[in-house]
């Protein structure tokens, strides 16, 4: 079977639903294609919950996408009727002077509220004080602060996928799901993509939203460049007296210590029983049709001494849940938005070393743009391939 598009996207994750979605707004007639059925488990976008701020402390690059994004989740709801950004404020707790080099993070603090200042994000710098009076859920040291942004919140990221794909649907996008990607023959008028069915399909331009799958498809250069990790998140059951701040609480992010570990982040009680943490790990690269999806009760441990221990009120070292999903990072731990060095027709987007999510509507909007009118309407030029080879 042969059939033809304008654009087909592999990969229907937090990236790749945006930008179908965002295609098949434009009229473009588009396919999606994912080896799974999503929203599902297997990759980065899953897990209840995702952080969304716009003071954006791991550069202000980001800025301009995570606001357009807030803005498309808004319409987004407004065409579906489905709540998927809960506006519940954000706060960053760290040292005023932490510098500890971190993954993307170095001076975390400081740059959030730098990106605040200049993009006129509304924002306070609280006190230790302060923090405990108005989130008494959160325990900080008297010598941390807080930047808090009382427009952050939190995405339902299975929500968000499922509301883009049915969209894009419904504006007549084409969906091949549970259907595997085993090459490519990329020509300056087009690319042909054989799927693992022996179906053939023809696109005059790909974009390639692959995540973790995205080294393998893709082999030289991105293969080196490209690293897959596990990452693991918890769910701790409070205490049974606990305090009713954990259902009206901002998401919080949290640098601490002198490693490069010391650094999570985690949400409100959505059930009122327990609360959603989570570090990250930058160590070794996973296969991501081999990761194991089994959490020691041990890991759970260690994360509630190294991190939760003495900083938030009335969590319990009970781990009720655990999941775990994937980063795909970069050396820099920036994304990766750009054309193939050897196919111009093929646009390479989503590995975003796991802090993706809250910019991915933007990101759809933008490759949209790309690949329809020559290039994005935000400047995405600090996510070039060229910094990276």
């Not at 087909?8 to 994750?13: H, N």
């Not at 301009?64 to 319409?75: C, D, V, Y």
């Not at 193939?340 to 802090?355: E, F, I, K, W």
Request: proline share 7%; aromatic share 8%; hydrophobic share 40%.
């Amino acid at each position: 079977m042969n059939q033809t598009f304008d654009v087909a996207v592999i990969g229907l994750g937090a990236m790749g639903s945006a930008a179908l979605y965002q295609l098949a707004r434009r009229g473009a007639k588009v396919v999606g294609i994912d080896r799974h059925h999503p929203p599902h488990s297997h990759g980065s976008t899953h897990g209840e919950t995702r952080i969304t701020r716009r003071g954006i402390g791991e550069g202000e690059a980001y800025v301009p996408l995570a606001s357009r994004s807030h803005e498309i989740w808004r319409q987004l709801e407004a065409e579906t009727g489905q709540a998927l950004f809960h506006e519940v404020g954000s706060i960053v707790i760290s040292e005023h002077d932490d510098n500890v080099a971190r993954p993307g993070r170095t001076g975390f603090i400081r740059r959030s509220m730098a990106a605040a200042e200049r993009y006129g994000i509304p924002h306070e710098i609280l006190d230790a004080g302060e923090i405990r009076h108005r989130f008494p859920n959160l325990a900080p040291q008297d010598n941390e602060i807080g930047y808090y942004e009382p427009g952050g919140g939190y995405l339902i990221p299975e929500n968000c996928v499922a509301a883009q794909l049915t969209r894009a649907g419904q504006l007549g996008a084409t969906l091949q799901l549970g259907q595997t990607v085993t090459r490519f023959d990329a020509t300056p008028s087009g690319v042909t993509i054989h799927l693992a069915d022996g179906t053939t399909l023809f696109a005059g331009e790909v974009i390639v939203s692959a995540g973790p799958w995205a080294p393998g498809l893709l082999r030289a250069p991105f293969d080196r460049i490209l690293r897959p990790t596990r990452q693991v998140m918890h769910w701790f059951a409070l205490a049974p007296d606990a305090t009713p701040a954990w259902q009206n609480s901002p998401v919080f992010m949290w640098p601490h210590g002198e490693s490069e570990d010391g650094f999570f982040y985690g949400f409100p009680s959505l059930d009122g029983l327990s609360v959603k943490t989570a570090d990250e790990f930058y160590g070794a690269a996973s296969d991501p049709d081999h990761i194991d999806r089994q959490v020691p009760e041990s890991d759970s441990r260690r994360m509630f001494d190294a991190h939760l221990r003495g900083r938030l009120v009335d969590v319990t070292p009970r781990p009720v849940r655990t999941a775990t999903c994937i980063y795909t990072a970069t050396p820099d731990s920036m994304f990766l938005i750009d054309r193939h060095p050897a196919h111009g027709n093929m646009l390479v987007v989503s590995p975003c070393s796991g802090h993706g999510f809250k910019h991915s509507a933007a990101i759809g909007e933008s490759a949209a743009q790309w690949v329809l009118d020559g290039g994005p309407a935000i400047d995405l030029s600090s996510f070039a391939l060229s910094r990276l080879i």
